[in-house]
Structures are given as structure tokens and as C-alpha cells.
């Protein structure tokens, strides 16, 4: 069933109160509900029955102001709970029962190992207790748990601690009271035998707070960083937007078993120990990175999300993009300077190319707000989070920081306590900024990445360059026209030194200081005409990624191979670089599939040797811009995917740089040793990234020394970044020494869930070589091992995902073996958690891209779980439904 985001309601009734007993048992729960509610004068039905959700929970009784209904009187079925005739305040009890230990959909209340752990976002809440599971319905939650003392020694929930007994059974009882109202998608309970990292924190204000990371005992000695990148965040949400931490204890938990990174619940954050969990044996430079920036999205979630919160799931982008956006901020000013920020940057557009530009490119494309849905767990997607942060951050650059965060106040001190919709943000920034927006809008209405085509034409006479720019965006499912966008469009030119040069208009008698000059595109069309100029620019447009576009600047070979070599803007430095090596595939390629053989073009290798060799450069950019672009990337622009001739192309790229600069890789490597004990700090990090992507080169080129030092690196690390970083080169090689190292570190992480996933990882996206089992096999067999669950999320992202999605050459076989097996594997999943059946279901999202005859296979294998449509889960028929675009 479809719904529409134009079909909202407001609730028929409110409900100011809350308080929820629970006697918890993980077979089975027992929770009284009682409810203080009463009609909405907002709504204009007349007498409207009150409507509860409820799934998978069983009604005991249900009674109005201590009178117990008789059947009759209320009407349940697998929906939920209708009673008609409320229509003035009561008093509402209702008794319910689940089961934790049943629940494999994570999605409620859920058995994690010997914890109970909760997950209500977006509609678990139904899965614990009838109630109105919509987020413009805030109420105030007292709840109180009693358990056994042995089984559950620590019992949570949001808020503060009132009471705490020891009742004559035996049992405990405890009691939280939340000050704030909230809707109930931010509920949560834990409770098991946890222990806690804690710490006191001075606010700002002068008010002292309890901050507290709770994980099973064996993992308290993982949880220092996160409890410190928790008062980073704090900190830095008073510094850098004059937010304050309303409350007196603030808590993060950790769980091996969650469906995605971690969940916003007031005060109660619960984390995927995937995103909460460090120390340098299970985490990597990477890890920690991500463990920060959660952190951060989490907590500032507590303003945008928590205290001010979304009116329906359609203006989920109003708390995600924004926290998004929030967090990659923090991420960047952790790191400090400029050129640190850079790498930040090219980090979250990286992730935003890959993952994004390809959903705006197939069949479940959306505009970051949707117009609609059948499950709204499908729409927690890159586009709502990555792309809706990227238009927060392009009203930022159009207004400047200063307005926008004058805005970012309005927004907050208008709308706190209530549940809004994206306009209320919108309507803000256009207050504060005094400038219309409308035309800003269409990028929260519109799906599909806009195609920006610049042409030039130098005028060698008057010296003035006219630059020519043209907008258009590719019609998606059901939007076949696409109106212009609003986009900021930076542009900075380049003299033959590489130096900067003003940016100044033909009719502007005076020529602005040098550097970049913001415009903006309003129309399909724009034409610019430039003057004052020496000599004819190289053109760096788009700077910083100004916005989420793809764009054709239409320069040459050479023209980027200048810029990767002088552009004083370190993202467009990368990005000339980044776009040399993706033609470089491109051109391999396409050889392959002509069978022409070429030779990687001498202008890229001599490119990467610049780079690597500029003592200008920190280790962290040149890591990050010598990074051979993913094949998946690289693929999506082919007219016709053929992942073997792409695998091929990539291959031998990688082999010639190597080859080409190999003793300066192998120097490399050695002068980034990075010597003590470990430290994530950025330069550190980045010493660590450029060695072994040094070593990476060098043994691609077949280095024997490179070899040598990898394995040692392997058995001497005191770190885990470079334990698997030389993990997985062997994997992706074909040395003898591999299935030994394989094995070694099998035994020695066996007991860590962490590091199984990393090496699962490894097994999935590792290449297979001739006169090896295929990966296909590999994985197979993996599925069936010990350490591996089909319950376990973690287990399946770190397995399935990465043969499906990571390991293009090895997943499309010609005989579409690998499409059968991911057919098993989503129909397996979806009987267990569709949440999680849903994700991995989408890994044939673009079928239709790719040769005829493994399109053709792709076709059959989705087909062959259409034809299982009455099996299927609501999150995973909508998937399946729209790649096949019915
Ligand atoms: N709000 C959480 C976060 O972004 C994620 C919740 C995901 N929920 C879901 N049903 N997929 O931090
Ligand atoms: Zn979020």
C-alpha cells in the first residue's frame, strides 16, 4: 500500500501522558500502558474512533478509567487497536504481551545476546504497546521496569532515575521519568548485565553532567574514545550553534545486534557496537573516524530531531540531512586546519558519489523529500542523508555562514517542542536572510542528480573568456520533467603559474581580489562573460563540492592534469586527479572490450607521481587523492556495464602507476613508518593511509619487497589499520603465504565480533584467481560456519553485502550463479528481519545498466522473488517491485 505525503492528517487524538510497566522476560514481556488521552481539536473528522497501532503484540484487556471493555466495545486485529467513542479526556489502561526472544526483527523490543535492547524508530514503538506510532504525537513518558536482580542488573530508559526498589519477589523495580515530551519513535529500554564507562562533564553553562557508555563487560576497555568523542560533541554543539545539553545524564549503549549505525533516543542513544566500539586491536584509523562523527550525529540529534521533531516520515531529511550535514562539520573541525578539512570533504563526497549519484540514477530515485512511500524504512536512504546534508550545506554557502546560522536559530527557538515539516526550516533561513527561496525548494522536491555542462570560448583579441552553462537533470520515476535548480556555482580561475586570478565580469570596471567568486544558476542556461584576464585561465569550477552535481567542465586531459599538479583549492585538486585516474579506467576499459590494447596514458602516471612526490602535500591528502577509484564508480558511467572489462581496465591501471613509480612507493612506505605506540590523531592516520597505499602500488606492480614488507607489517602491527590493511593486500593477491596469514588471523580474532566481520569483509571482496574455489563458493561456504548468523546484521552487511555489492567481477558471473544466490539469501533474510532482507534486496537496484545477457540474469533472479510475492515482507515487495519497475 502506497502512501502519500499529501494525504497527512493531524492525529484524530492526543496523547499528553505516558506511563509504561514493564515485567520483563525475554520469552515473554508483560507491559501496562496507561494513556491520558483525549480528542485533538485540530482534527476536523467529527467523533473520530481513536486508533492504536499494534504488530506482533498480544492484547490482555484493555479499559477506560479503570472500566475493562468487553469484546465489543474495541475492535484488534494485526494493524492494531480501534476504540470508538473517545471523545472527551480519559484515562486509558491497556495490557499487552511480546516476545523479545521471538523478535529477529530487531524492530521493538528485541533479545540481544542476555540484554533486551530497543529499536523504535521509525515504527517499532507499535511492536511494544498499542499507542498512535506517528511522530507528531508527544507525550510525556514515565516508565518503570521491573525485572529479575541476576538476569537484568542494569534496567534503562529515558530520562532521569526517580525511584529504585527491591520488590518481595525478588525482583527490582525502577522508575525513569522523561521532563521533555517526545513522540515515541524515541523511546527506548535496555536492560541486562551491562557495565559502564562514566565520567562527570562541566557544560558551558556551569551545569555538571553525567555521561555514561554502557557495553557488555568484556567490552569495557572499548569505549574510552567514545565517551571522549561524546564531550568533543558536546562541546562542540555549544561552541560552534550556542546548543546546551538538556539534560542531567546522558547515555550511550552499545549492541552486537542492531539493524543500522545507531539510534537518537532521548538521552538513551543505542549504538551498532560497529560504530561505538575502539581500541587499536578491533578498531582502524577509519573506525574511529566513523565512531566520532555517530557519536556526534547522535548527539546532535538531541536538538534537530529530538527537541525539535518531524511533523510525518516524508520531512525525514529535516533531522537527517541537517544532522548530517552537523556532523560531517564536526568531523571537519576535529581535524583542524584547512588541508585537514579538505580531506574531510573529499571523504563525504566520495561516499555521496558512489552511493547517492547511483540511487538518483535507478529505479528507487527520490527527492530527498519523497512525495511517497510503501515503507519508510526503505527510505533511509543515502539521498534523504547524504544528498539532503549537501542542501543544507549549498543554503549555507548561499547565504554565508553567518546568516545561516542566524537562521539555524530561528529555526530552533521557533520550533522547539514541536513537530514540524522541512518548510518550518526553510521559512527560517528565508526570515533571517530576507531573500525569497522558493526557487531553493524544487532540490526538496525533485529527485536525480543535475548534469552541469560548461563550454568555453576565448577570445584571444579582447582577452575575455565567455563561459557557457547549461543545467539538466535526467527525469526519474514519475517525474519526467525536471524544472532548473537553484545551485550555487563557485568559480575561480588559474594562470599559466598556477596562481589565482581575479574573477571579474567584462562590465566590472574593477577586478575583485584573486580567489573564487561565488555565482548562482537559476535557469537551464546562463552565459558569463569574464574580462580583465592576462592571459586565457584554466577554469576551477565547482570548488568544494559547492553542490551535489555532476559536472562537465569539458577540460582536457592536460587541463586537469594542471590542475591535480597546482589548484591551491585541495578538493578540486583531488577531485582533477580523482577524474584523471577514473578516465585512465575508462580508457582501459574500453580497450579491453575493442580489444585493442593501449597503454595507460603517460599524463595520469606522471600525474600520480607528482603528487606523491610534492613535499607540499600532507600524507592524508596524498592517500586520499592517490586512491584508485572505486569500480562500481568508475562503471556507473558506462553506457553498458561490463564489470569484467572494468575489473581488467582497473587492474592495469593500478599495475602501470605502480610499476612506473615503483621505488618512489617503496620509499614511500618506508618514510611513513609510523614509530610508538598508537595514536588515531589525523597526521598519524595519514602516515598510515599513504604507506600502505604505497605498499598497495608496489605489490600490485608485483614488488617482492613490497611483499616482504607487507608480511611483516601482518605479524608485527601494534595497530589494527595496518594489520588489515596488509590482510587485505595478500587476500587481493595471489601469494602463497595467503591462506596461512587468512587462517593466523581467523584464530587470533575468532572471539572478537568486530574483527569476524572485518574478516568476512576480506573473504567477500577479495578477488578469486585461477585454480581457486570462487568467491561465490567462499561466501556459500561462510554462511553455513560457526561464526556466521543470518540473524546477525553485522554479519550480513560484513558478508553479503560485500560480495554483492563490493565485489563487482566476482558477484556478476556469466552464468548468474551469484544473482541465485543473493535470490536465496534476500528470501532467507526476509523471513528473519525484512529491514535487513530490504538492504541486501537492493543490491540489483540497476540491473537494467548492465550487458544484455547479465541483465537478462539479473531480470530472472528478481523475477524469482516477485513470484514469492505473497511471502514477502512490505519492505522487501516494495524494493523488488520497483527495480523491476512495475
Ligand atoms: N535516526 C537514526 C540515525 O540516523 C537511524 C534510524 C534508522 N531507522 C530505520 N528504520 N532505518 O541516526
Ligand atoms: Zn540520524
Not at 24 to 36: D, F, G, H, I, R
Not at 63 to 85: A, F, Q, W
Not at 223 to 239: M, Q
Request: proline share 6%; glycine share 6%; aromatic share 8%.
Amino acid at each position: 500500500k502506497t502512501i502519500y505525503r499529501g494525504d497527512y492528517r493531524a492525529p484524530t487524538h492526543l496523547i499528553d501522558s505516558i506511563r509504561l510497566e514493564f515485567d520483563l522476560n525475554a520469552e515473554e514481556t508483560l507491559v501496562k500502558s496507561t494513556l491520558e488521552v483525549r480528542p485533538n481539536p485540530e482534527c476536523t473528522e467529527k467523533d473520530p474512533p481513536l486508533f492504536l497501532n499494534g504488530e506482533d503484540i498480544t492484547l490482555r484487556s484493555v479499559s477506560i478509567d479503570g472500566r475493562e471493555l468487553k469484546d465489543g466495545e474495541y475492535k484488534v486485529d494485526s494493524n492494531g487497536l480501534t476504540i470508538p467513542g473517545i471523545t472527551s479526556a480519559q484515562k486509558l489502561e491497556i495490557v499487552n504481551t511480546f516476545s523479545p526472544k521471538a523478535n529477529t526483527a530487531l524492530s521493538g523490543i528485541y533479545a540481544s545476546g542476555v540484554n533486551l535492547m530497543s529499536q523504535c524508530e521509525a515504527q517499532g514503538f507499535r511492536r511494544i504497546t498499542f499507542f498512535e506510532d506517528r511522530p507528531d504525537v508527544l507525550a510525556r513518558y514515565t516508565t518503570v521496569i521491573r525485572g529479575a536482580t541476576e538476569d537484568f542488573p542494569v534496567m534503562l530508559s529515558n530520562g532521569n532515575l526517580t525511584e529504585e526498589k527491591s520488590l518481595e519477589d525478588g525482583r527490582r523495580e525502577v522508575t525513569y521519568v522523561d521532563p521533555f515530551p517526545k513522540p515515541c519513535y524515541l523511546f527506548a529500554l535496555v536492560a541486562g548485565k551491562l557495565v559502564s564507562r562514566a565520567s562527570k562533564f562541566d557544560l558551558k553553562d556551569g551545569r555538571t553532567v553525567d555521561l555514561s557508555v554502557w557495553v557488555d563487560p568484556q567490552d569495557l576497555d572499548k569505549t574510552e574514545h567514545t565517551l571522549e568523542s561524546l564531550k568533543r560533541a558536546i562541546r562542540w554543539d555549544e561552541e560552534r550553534w550556542g546548543l546546551e545539553l538538556d539534560l542531567k545524564d546522558f547515555k550511550i549503549v552499545a549492541t552486537n545486534d542492531f539493524n543500522f549505525g545507531a539510534m537518537e533516543n532521548k538521552g538513551l542513544n543505542i549504538f551498532n557496537s560497529r560504530c561505538a566500539l575502539a581500541n587499536p586491536k578491533v578498531a582502524t584509523d577509519s573506525d574511529y573516524l566513523r565512531i566520532e562523527g555517530v557519536v556526534g550525529h547522535e548527539y546532535f540529534h538531541n536538538w534537530t530531531g529530538d527537541r525539535v521533531t518531524l511533523r510525518d516520515w516524508f520531512q525525514l531529511t529535516l533531522k537527517e540531512g541537517l544532522t548530517v550535514f552537523r556532523d560531517q562539520e564536526f568531523s571537519a573541525d576535529m581535524l583542524g586546519e584547512p588541508s585537514a578539512r579538505a580531506v574531510q570533504r573529499i571523504r563525504d563526497v566520495s561516499v555521496l558519489r558512489a552511493a547517492q549519484f547511483m540511487e538518483d540514477a535507478g529505479p528507487m530515485a527520490h527527492p530527498i523529500r519523497p512525495e511517497s512511500y510503501q515503507n519508510i524504512n526503505n527510505f533511509y536512504t543515502s539521498t534523504v542523508y547524504e544528498k539532503g546534508a549537501e542542501v543544507i550545506r549549498m543554503l549555507q554557502t548561499l547565504l554565508g555562514r553567518e546568516t545561516f546560522r542566524k537562521g539555524f536559530d530561528l529555526y530552533i527557538a521557533r520550533n522547539d517542542g514541536h513537530a514540524v515539516t522541512c518548510e518550518a526550516f526553510i521559512n527560517a533561513m528565508a526570515e533571517a536572510s530576507g531573500r525569497d527561496l522558493s526557487e531553493f525548494t524544487n532540490w526538496y522536491s525533485q529527485a536525480g542528480t543535475p548534469r552541469v555542462t560548461v563550454r568555453r570560448h576565448w577570445d584571444e583579441v579582447n582577452h575575455r573568456l565567455t563561459l557557457n552553462v547549461r543545467q539538466s537533470t535526467p527525469p526519474t520515476p514519475g517525474q519526467s520533467v525536471k524544472k532548473p535548480f537553484l545551485i550555487p556555482f563557485p568559480v575561480a580561475f588559474l594562470n599559466s603559474r598556477g596562481e589565482e586570478m581575479p574573477v571579474q565580469l567584462a562590465e566590472e570596471d574593477e577586478a575583485p581580489a584573486p580567489g573564487t567568486r561565488m555565482f548562482e544558476l537559476t535557469d537551464e542556461t546562463a552565459e558569463f562573460v569574464f574580462g580583465g584576464l592576462e592571459e586565457e585561465p584554466v577554469v576551477s569550477l565547482n570548488r568544494g563540492f559547492a553542490a551535489p552535481i555532476i559536472l562537465d567542465a569539458g577540460l582536457s586531459q592536460e587541463e586537469l592534469a594542471f590542475l591535480a599538479a597546482n589548484d591551491p583549492d585541495p578538493f578540486n585538486r583531488w577531485d582533477a586527479m580523482n577524474r584523471l585516474l577514473i578516465d585512465a579506467v575508462h580508457a582501459q576499459t574500453r580497450a579491453r572490450l575493442l580489444k585493442t590494447p593501449e597503454d595507460v596514458s603517460p599524463l595520469v602516471i606522471s600525474a600520480a607521481s607528482k603528487i606523491l612526490r610534492d613535499e607540499n602535500l600532507s600524507p592524508a591528502f596524498k592517500a586520499v587523492a592517490l586512491t584508485m577509484p572505486g569500480e562500481k564508480l568508475v562503471a556507473e558511467e558506462d553506457p553498458l556495464i561490463d564489470p569484467h572489462a572494468v575489473h581488467a581496465g582497473w587492474i592495469a591501471v593500478r599495475q602501470a602507476i605502480g610499476e612506473k613509480n615503483i621505488s618512489a612507493f617503496l620509499e614511500t612506505a618506508q618514510a611513513n613508518i609510523v614509530e610508538g605506540p598508537y595514536e588515531p590523531t589525523p597526521e598519524k592516520a595519514g602516515k598510515r593511509a599513504l604507506r600502505n597505499l604505497a605498499l598497495g602500488y608496489a605489490h600490485a606492480a608485483g614488488s617482492p619487497r613490497a611483499a616482504i614488507m607487507i608480511k611483516d607489517q601482518f605479524m608485527t602491527a601494534n595497530n589494527l589499520t595496518d594489520k588489515l590493511a596488509a590482510l587485505h593486500m595478500m587476500a587481493n593477491s595471489q601469494t602463497p603465504a595467503k591462506q596461512d596469514m587468512e587462517v593466523d588471523a581467523l584464530k587470533a580474532w575468532y572471539h572478537e565480533p568486530l574483527l569476524i566481520n572485518k574478516w568476512l569483509t576480506i573473504q567477500a571482496t577479495a578477488p578469486s584467481f585461477p585454480g581457486e574455489a570462487r568467491v561465490l563458493e567462499r561466501v556459500r561456504e561462510l554462511t553455513r560456519c560457526p561464526f556466521f548468523s543470518l540473524k546477525n546484521p553485522n554479519n550480513v552487511y560484513a558478508l553479503l553485502l560485500g560480495y554483492f555489492q563490493q565485489n563487482p567481477s566476482e558477484f556478476h558471473l556469466a552464468d548468474g550463479s551469484g544473482y541465485a544466490f543473493w535470490a536465496e539469501m534476500v528470501l532467507e533474510l526476509n523471513r528473519i528481519n525484512p529491514q535487513v532482507a530490504a538492504r541486501v534486496a537492493r543490491s540489483l537496484d540497476n540491473w537494467r545498466r548492465y550487458t544484455p545477457a547479465l541483465a537478462e540474469k539479473m531480470h530472472a533472479a528478481l523475477e524469482s522473488v516477485e513470484a514469492k510475492r505473497s511471502e514477502l515482507s512490505p519492505n522487501v515487495a516494495e524494493i523488488i517491485e520497483k527495480a523491476l519497475g512495475n
